[in-house]
């Protein structure tokens, strides 16, 4: 399998950016089609960004589609989110997520259980 560490977040101002990374290691990375979700206090697991093994295909949830890109360089075995346009209700911990049988469809919401590996997490505050 795959191991999944998170770097970034932090505190952020509203309206502000910020970049998340997902180092991996293990099996080859460019066979996992890669995500990130985030859950918040009270809340489920929620789907945020994915993105296919060559890095072709992306699908967003609708809270960030515009304001949140997801990318990978399998040359460094790497999934990064660049967040911006921060909002207080970006708040949560995200996670970095991987998958060997998974397909990226942009039309398609996936669920946290359509993913085999996950990371810690990483906490994200937003301040207004």
């Known amino acids: 399998q795959v191991q999944l560490v998170e770097s970034g977040g932090g505190l952020v101002q509203a309206g502000g950016s910020t970049r998340l990374s997902c180092a991996t290691s293990?099996?080859?990375?460019?066979?996992?089609?890669m995500g990130w979700f985030r859950q918040a206090p009270g809340k489920e697991r929620e789907f945020v960004a994915v993105?296919?093994?060559?890095?072709?295909?992306?699908s967003y949830a609708d809270a960030v589609k515009g304001r949140f890109t997801i990318s990978r360089d399998n040359t460094k075995n790497t999934v990064y989110l660049e967040m911006n346009s921060l909002k207080p209700e970006d708040t949560a911990v995200y996670y970095c997520?991987?998958?060997?049988?998974?397909?990226?469809?942009?039309?398609?919401?996936?669920?946290?259980?359509?993913?085999?590996?996950w990371g810690q997490g990483t906490q994200v505050t937003v301040s207004s």
């Open positions: 997520t991987a998958d060997f049988r998974f397909r990226v469809r942009a039309t398609i919401t996936p669920g946290a259980s359509d993913f085999g590996s």
């Open positions: 293990g099996r080859a990375f460019s066979n996992y089609a």
């Open positions: 993105i296919s093994r060559s890095g072709a295909t992306t």
